[in-house]
Structures are given as C-alpha cells and as structure tokens.
C-alpha cells in the first residue's frame, strides 16, 4: 500500500489535515515531533500521480514523498468505525457491521474500498442530508466525485431513475459499483471517470462534494448540467470561507446552507 506523508510548517496543520480529509483520506496519523514541521500520513489512492491530483496544488513550503507499507497496520481503523446517523430516516453503515433493520430508517451500506464517502466526513454527512432531501422520485441525478458511491446510492434509494456518478479515481469507480450492487440499485447507476466536460444532458440534482478550487474550475460545468428548475448541492467548502466558489457560481443563487464542524454545504438555484 501507498502511504502518502505530507509535510507542512506547523503552523498550517489544520488547513492540511482538512486538505488530506477533503482529497479522501479515511484515516490520518499526525506528528509534530520534528519540531517546526508537522508530518501527516495517510492513504489516498494505490498510484502516486492520482494521490497528487487529488490534493490539487499545494503550498511551495508543502512537501509530499511516499512510503510503501504492507497494507495490515492501515486496516485497523476498521475495527474502530460507527454507523453514521445523518438524520432520524438515514444511517449509512459500514459493510463490515451487523444491520439495524428499523423499517423506518434508511439504511445504506458502505464498503469504502480505497475511496472516499464511508459517511463519518462532515461534508458527506450534509451532502448524505442534503441528497436525502432533495432527491425525488423519477428524477436524474448527478453525483461529481462519487468517492464511494454513497450520494449515489442515497439518491437511488429515495427513488431517483437515473443516476450519473463520475470521479477521477478509478478505485472510486470500483467502490461504486461495489456499492450500488451492495444496495441493489446499480441498474440505475452508470458509474465513470468520464471527466466532467464531458457529460452531457441536464439533472434534477447535482451534487458535488469536492475541493474548492476544483469546484471553481468546475463551475460552468455544475450549472450548465444543473436543469433550468433544478438544485446544485455544493460540499468539500469551509463554512465562511466559500464566497468565492459561490461568486464562480453566478448567476445562481443560494437556497439554503447547512454547516458541520466547520464545513458547509450551499445548495443553488438558477435566477
Ligand atoms: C470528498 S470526496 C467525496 C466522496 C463522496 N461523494 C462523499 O460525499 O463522501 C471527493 C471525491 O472527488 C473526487 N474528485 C476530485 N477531483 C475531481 C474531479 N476533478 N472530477 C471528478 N472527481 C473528482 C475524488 O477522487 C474523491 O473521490
């Protein structure tokens, strides 16, 4: 297994933890021990290119090299994980877990793979209520760095028909699939790393929990793909630090925002 270290003067800590967070890291171990200089370790993706891509351009007092490991010591966060209570109607639940099976709860099941999106992320957790809400019947849904599917899986089980879910990742790809098969709605699905340019067609729904710069570089994409009566649901932003994806959004306007331990979910509608 890859292990990514990222290196950062100590007093940017924070803006990197929540950076490795954001590119999808499930589990990080910190250290501070060498003195001016924190040190992060973690796993992004199996190929080293990719893992840089997902962090998007870094700060040039930012170091990344890469160490090989055997893959048992980074499993053990496993043993440790809870299912995710969203709201009073949605769990998502780790695979490896016995179900709750309360029929009035939703209950979506989780294998992450080496991907992103087991639900214990604030910007899942709003993005998971956002799409539970909005989601409606018959509708078509667009999921921007699907991670492991489970926004996907969400809008499929709240009766979405039609659901497009792409990410740059290939183990994203395959956690997706795994995942809607997991969940019995991967007819519904088309899962690829068909880079968001190139979708065509419009949707009820959009939601794109992802970095902000990538969600800037993106923004003619969300609203050109977003139905002139449709939502966009933007996540992977700071709360109180986003007016400039929202200004990248304009002329859609803002709906409601929801925030979680410091991060924040906007949804939009068109003027
Ligand atoms: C924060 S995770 C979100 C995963 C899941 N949707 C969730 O809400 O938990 C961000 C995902 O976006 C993907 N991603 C990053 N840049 C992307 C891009 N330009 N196009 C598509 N996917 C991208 C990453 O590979 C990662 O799986």
Not at 74 to 83: C, D, G
Not at 101 to 109: D, P, T
Not at 147 to 164: D, F, K, Q
Not at 228 to 233: H, Q
Request: charged share 20%.
């Amino acid at each position: 297994m890859r292990v990514l270290v990222l290196s950062t003067p100590v007093g940017d800590a924070e803006l990197a933890a929540d950076r490795l967070w954001v590119a999808g890291a499930r589990a990080v171990e910190e250290s501070t021990s060498q003195g001016a200089t924190a040190v992060f370790r973690t796993v992004l993706a199996e190929v080293d290119d990719v893992s840089l891509a997902l962090l998007g351009e870094l700060p040039p007092d930012w170091v990344v090299t890469f160490d090989e490991v055997d893959d048992a010591p980074a499993q053990t966060w496993r043993e440790f994980v809870k299912p995710m209570v969203i709201n009073d109607y949605l769990v998502i639940r780790p695979a490896w877990l016995p179900a709750q099976r309360n029929a009035q709860v939703l209950e979506i099941e989780i294998e992450p793979g080496g991907s992103f999106g087991l639900g214990d992320h604030p910007t899942t957790r709003l993005s998971a209520d956002a799409t539970w809400r909005l989601a409606r019947t018959g509708s078509r849904v667009l999921d921007v760095g699907c991670g492991s599917g489970v926004l996907s899986i969400i809008a499929a089980r709240r009766g979405a028909t039609e659901i497009v879910a792409i990410d740059i990742a290939e183990a994203a790809r395959e956690a997706t699939n795994d995942n809607s098969r997991r969940n019995g709605v991967s007819a519904r699905l088309t899962v690829s790393t068909t880079p968001i340019a190139a979708v065509e067609g419009t949707f009820d729904l959009v939601v794109a929990n992802v970095l902000a710069p990538t969600l800037v570089a993106m923004a003619g994409d969300l609203q050109r793909l977003t139905a002139s009566d449709g939502c966009l649901v933007l996540s992977g932003v700071l709360a109180g630090r986003h007016d400039h994806v929202l200004a990248a959004m304009e002329p859609m306007r803002v709906i409601a925002t929801s925030e979680l331990e410091r991060w924040a979910a906007v949804e939009l509608s068109h003027p």
